[in-house]
């Protein structure tokens, strides 16, 4: 069986098939997770093993309510399994204190929300600056950095707005600027192209790709948007709390682009 030879290899490094080399950005095994109780009580995660290898962009696909957003929120430490391992670039998630858990969180996790989350009372840019904020910057030295990133993603006119007099899709492009702005090591992000017309869609997704491959980097994309699917490496079918197919294409994307001078 795969898993048990991949427990036997040193941790962190994958040593089976083709990703011989390839450090594991992120390791689950027996994943479970349920949610309410009796009559309510639904399985949203069903004994998961699975693999994200580093320097790749993996995208989840699959129908709605088969567990992809909880997959990406245990991922991301901002939900706990009920059973099984998570580690993160070798750090074992469910074995940290939850102090250690969310620094760990703040300095190598970015996540893009399927519901937005931002804060209604700070502006485009004093959004997309809150991790940098966290991570100890000068406010004006983090709130320009944050600028510069939304500008790349054609928000620079909107850097003062407060997200009630932004559109959806500019909603989401701040979202993903402050998924982005403190380099995260691990990006995860839940439908970022949903609310995008296809240019801004194709920019954001080569704006992740550009964060994803590098050899110490990792991006999980969930869509439903067939229109990206070009951009990742590699496709994960959920269903039913259960990861039924994993894909394996080569991205028609070139590797670097020269468009994103921030990452
Ligand atoms: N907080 C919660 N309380 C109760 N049930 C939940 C909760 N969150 C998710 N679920 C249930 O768990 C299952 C998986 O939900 P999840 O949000 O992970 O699906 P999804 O694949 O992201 O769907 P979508 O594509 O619609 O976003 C669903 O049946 C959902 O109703
Ligand atoms: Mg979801």
Redesign the pocket.
Known sequence: MMVAEERRAPAGVATTGDEAGVEVAVRIRGLGKH??TGEQR?Q?LRSIDWDVFAGQLTMIV?P???????LLSVIAGILDGDEGEVSIFGEPLDRMSDRARTRFRATNIGFVF?QYNLLPALTAAENAAIPLVIAGWRRDQAVRRASEVLASIGMGKKLANLPSQLSGGQMQRVAIARALVHEPRLLVCDEPTAALDHETGQTVMQLLRDAAVRPDRAVIVVTHDNRVFQFGERIAHMDDGRIVRLEQRAASQPSLSDFSPLL
């Open positions: 949610f309410g639904v949203a699959g709605s309510g088969c567990g992809k957003t909880t399927q």
